[in-house]
T-cell receptor, first 114, second 114 residues
Framework: DTGVSQDPRHKITKRGQNVTFRCDPISEHNRLYWYRQTLGQGPEFLTYFQNEAQLEKSRLLSDRFSAERPKGSFSTLEIQRTEQGDSAMYLCASSSPESQETQYFGPGTRLLVL | AQSVAQPEDQVNVAEGNPLTVKCTYSVSGNPYLFWYVQYPNRGLQFLLK??????LVKGSYGFEAEFNKSQTSFHLKKPSALVSDSALYFC????????????FGAGTILRVKS
């Protein structure tokens, strides 16, 4: 399968703990996006990278959130000092240079903060 | 700001009947419009997009969508529904000319009954 992959698929943590999610985009896709989806809502944009540069961040991305894409390939999203309100599905997407407007999504990481 | 509205929380249709899932949009400039489908506990799958050209866009799994500029609509359609089409459908718009993120509607649950 050459689609976008995310790890882990599920994460349960206690409030105050740190969590890190990984996203591997489709090969040769230079853009990578993170979204958050809460129950009953559509995905909301968090941030995006073009190669290794983080070019845009949403106001939703508080200072407890940090994302990296150090070599322009996979990306990590870290949440520090998790809160119950962080419980959501975290979706990663990627797009190619030839068709940057079309984003292909991974299966998501579902986070539950107790 | 760019936005989309999906006026129906749920659409019910009998197998074999035509289906329509509605979407209206509000954008500045020319719209880039998308439909995605989400199955339970899965990420979003790209169905189709409109950027320019023919107002009737054909996509995956027999779905098509009609762009109507005067009504600012982009309704998703299929001539003959299958039970396996039952899922959550999202309409999305690119956030502004040259924008890099997608803005999603709240989603419409499609239930196809045999």
């Amino acid at each position: 399968d050459t689609g976008v992959s995310q790890d882990p698929r599920h994460k349960i943590t206690k409030r105050g703990q740190n969590v890190t999610f990984r996203c591997d985009p489709i090969s040769e896709h230079n853009r990578l996006y993170w979204y958050r989806q809460t129950l009953g809502q559509g995905p909301e944009f968090l941030t995006y990278f073009q190669n290794e540069a983080q070019l845009e961040k949403s106001r939703l991305l508080s200072d407890r959130f940090s994302a990296e894409r150090p070599k322009g390939s996979f990306s990590t999203l870290e949440i520090q000092r998790t809160e119950q309100g962080d419980s959501a599905m975290y979706l990663c997407a990627s797009s190619s240079p030839e068709s940057q407007e079309t984003q292909y999504f991974g299966p998501g990481t579902r986070l539950l903060v107790l | 700001a760019q936005s989309v509205a999906q006026p129906e929380d749920q659409v019910n249709v009998a197998e074999g009947n035509p289906l329509t899932v509605k979407c209206t949009y509000s954008v500045s400039g020319n719209p880039y419009l998308f439909w995605y489908v989400q199955y339970p506990n899965r990420g979003l799958q790209f169905l189709l997009k409109y950027i320019t050209g023919d107002n009737l866009v054909k996509g995956s799994y027999g779905f098509e969508a009609e762009f109507n500029k005067s009504q600012t609509s982009f309704h998703l359609k299929k001539p003959s529904a299958l039970v396996s089409d039952s899922a959550l459908y999202f309409c999305a718009v690119r956030d502004g000319p040259g924008g890099n993120k997608l803005v999603f509607g709240a989603g419409t649950i499609l239930r196809v009954k045999s």
